[in-house]
C-alpha cells in the first residue's frame, strides 16, 4: 500500500468513507489519462471527492522538450472532463480536489526544476482551479523551505512528508464533506476559501 493512502486511512472515519486509488507512482499528465483510459470501469463508480495532483513528472518532459506547456495544459483539461462524467452518491458531480505539485527539495541541480513548477506547471494548475471551479489545495507553499520532509534524492518524500500530505488532504476533505448541503457552488467556494486558513 502507498504511504499517503494509508496514512490518511487512519485520518478519517473509514466506516463512512471509502478510499479508492486511481493511482501508480510516475505518471505524468500524458501518461495518467492513457492510465486512466485503461480502467474502464472506474467511470461506472460513484465517486463524491476526487483528489488530484499530477506535476512533478512533467517537469523533467518539459525540460527535455518533450511537451510544452499547451500540451500540458490540454492533458489536465482531458482528465478534469472524464472525472466530471463521473457519478457522485452526494454532489450532482463530485468536488474535485486539485494540488499544486510540491517543490523539489532545494539543491543547485534542482534550481531550473523548481523554476518551472513556479512559473509554468503550478500557475496552469491554478488557472485551471478557477476555470474549471475546482478546489485548490496548495502544496508547494506549504513544502517550500521544509527540505527535512525529503528523501535524501530531494524529489519524493519521507515518512514526514507524506504524512503531511495526508494531514492535508484530510483537512480538505473534512471540510468539503461539511460544505456538501451548499446548494450555490459559488458561495461553496468562498466558505472553503475561509475555512481553509488552517
Known amino acids: 500500500m502507498r504511504p499517503v493512502p494509508l496514512y490518511l486511512r487512519r485520518l478519517l472515519p473509514l466506516t463512512h468513507i471509502a478510499i479508492k486509488e486511481w493511482a501508480q507512482g ?10 486512466f ?10 465517486v463524491d471527492i476526487i483528489l488530484f495532483q499530477l506535476g512533478t513528472n512533467d517537469v523533467s518532459l518539459l525540460l527535455r522538450n518533450e511537451e510544452e506547456e499547451s500540451q500540458f495544459i490540454n492533458n489536465f483539461k482531458k482528465i478534469i472532463k472524464e472525472f466530471k462524467k463521473i457519478k457522485s452518491h452526494y454532489f450532482r458531480r463530485p468536488r474535485i480536489i486539485i494540488a499544486t505539485a510540491p517543490p523539489f527539495a532545494e539543491k543547485k541541480d534542482e ?19 478557477r476555470e474549471e471551479r475546482l478546489i485548490l ?7 517550500k523551505d521544509r527540505p527535512d520532509w525529503y528523501h535524501p534524492d530531494g524529489v519524493h518524500p519521507n515518512s514526514e ?4 500530505i495526508a494531514r492535508s488532504w ?6 468539503v464533506w ?17 475555512k481553509a486558513n488552517y
Open 26 to 35: 510516475g505518471l505524468s499528465s500524458a501518461t495518467y489519462f492513457s492510465f
Open 37 to 46: 483510459q485503461a480502467h474502464p470501469h472506474w467511470r461506472r463508480e460513484k
Open 111 to 129: 534550481a531550473e526544476r523548481n523554476r518551472l513548477l513556479e512559473e509554468v506547471v503550478n500557475p496552469a494548475i491554478k488557472k485551471l482551479a
Open 137 to 143: 489545495l496548495d502544496q508547494w507553499s506549504r513544502f
Open 161 to 164: 512528508g507524506e504524512k503531511f
Open 170 to 175: 484530510s483537512r480538505t476533505i473534512k471540510l
Open 178 to 194: 461539511l460544505s456538501r448541503k451548499v446548494k450555490s457552488y459559488k458561495k461553496f467556494l468562498r466558505e472553503f476559501k475561509f
